[in-house]
């Protein structure tokens, strides 16, 4: 997720300008292979979430399911995001956000919480559509 990526695209349906994600329009993130596009690609979980410094992603995840693939969590960790859980991977955040949260940590009292709340505003500030925590 680059600095300039765009999370929500807005389409007109006939009455009015509805946002969708990059998900809602068929964006797949593929995983481990890096030149070429892997012929089994395994879905992940349907409710994926990437915690960037832009916001909260809702992305498609597909992991590599060739004969030669990494385990979930270390494709994940070539693209530099760190999962929230092992078990079931449907939460990552950014090693980006990561460090900034590091930061924050050592210089101001910010609470979790409230970081997590500044970055559903920064997702979406209307409120309306706002990610479940």
């Not at 879905?43 to 385990?71: A, M, R, S, W």
């Not at 270390?74 to 990552?92: G, K, N, R």
């Amino acid at each position: 997720m680059g600095e300039g990526a765009k999370q929500f695209v807005q389409l007109w349906n006939g009455k009015y300008f509805k946002w969708l994600t990059l998900k809602d329009i068929g964006l797949h993130v593929k995983l481990n292979h890096t030149s070429m596009q892997c012929q089994l690609p395994v879905p992940g979980h349907q409710e994926f979430k990437i915690l960037h410094g832009n916001g909260i992603h809702h992305i498609t995840v597909d992991y590599c399911g060739c004969e030669c693939q990494l385990p979930k969590h270390v494709q994940l960790l070539c693209h530099l995001l760190f999962l929230a859980s092992q078990c079931i991977p449907q939460t990552a955040a950014s090693f980006q956000l990561l460090e900034f949260l590091h930061l924050l940590s050592l210089c101001t009292k910010l609470s979790m919480y409230d970081f997590y709340r500044t970055l559903e505003k920064l997702t979406m500030n209307t409120r309306i559509g706002i990610p479940k925590s």
